[in-house]
């Protein structure tokens, strides 16, 4: 739609029926304003579907995204709400998803937590989607058979226990699996 001044903004169908508008109608300040509210918010309606039909978002990255793109809070809240309500947007099923996806790429707990957090789950979903995860001794256990070419050297020894560690495994798990590596290691 293009004002008589030049300005010009995306209005939906939707809301051209709703408004009844026509070429040359004659708007009211007030009518014009709701007109614009009423455009910025399917828009971000629009946003966040298309966003939310890419890839997973958890709701405070969507949130963050559409108030970036000029929603109010308000507005913002609408949209997640409704996200929710027509199933596009699960934190508790993307915490699981995340969870799961890491894990698969051989990360321990404290890098899961810490990808959960920087993505924005909220906190009291995170126990759930830790709670459906495998043990991580296999996982161990296959990073030390492909790291680990020479259990005699120490240093190899430290480096790939330190690399453990920051994959997010505990001290407790790496000790474990690296003992119980070791000792199958000398029974061959």
């Known amino acids: 739609m293009t004002l008589e001044g030049g300005t010009s903004f995306r209005i939906p169908e939707g809301l051209v029926v709703d408004f009844a508008l026509y070429q040359g109608k004659e708007l009211e300040e007030e009518v014009l304003a709701r007109l614009e509210q009423a455009a910025l918010a399917a828009g971000l309606r629009e946003k966040a579907v298309r966003l939310l039909t890419g890839r ?80 991580p001794s296999d996982t ?29 495994f505990t001290w407790g798990q790496v000790s474990a699996g690296m003992e119980s590596f070791l000792r199958d290691f000398d029974d061959l």
Do not use: C, M
Request: proline letters at 2%; charged letters at 35%.
């Open 140 to 168: 161990i256990r296959r990073f030390l058979e492909k790291k680990l070419t020479d259990p005699q050297d120490r240093k190899q020894v430290k480096k790939v226990s330190d690399a453990l560690i920051r994959r997010g």
């Open 56 to 135: 997973l978002l958890s709701a405070g990255q969507l949130r963050e995204k559409l108030l970036a793109k000029g929603g109010t809070e308000a507005q913002v809240q609408e949209i997640l709400d409704w996200a929710e309500r027509i199933g596009l947007l699960n934190d508790e099923e993307y915490a699981k998803a995340l969870a799961r996806h890491y894990q698969a790429k051989g990360y321990g707990i404290y890098k899961i937590k810490d990808e959960l957090y920087r993505r924005q789950v909220p906190k009291d979903l995170w126990q759930e989607a830790l709670a459906g995860l495998e043990e």
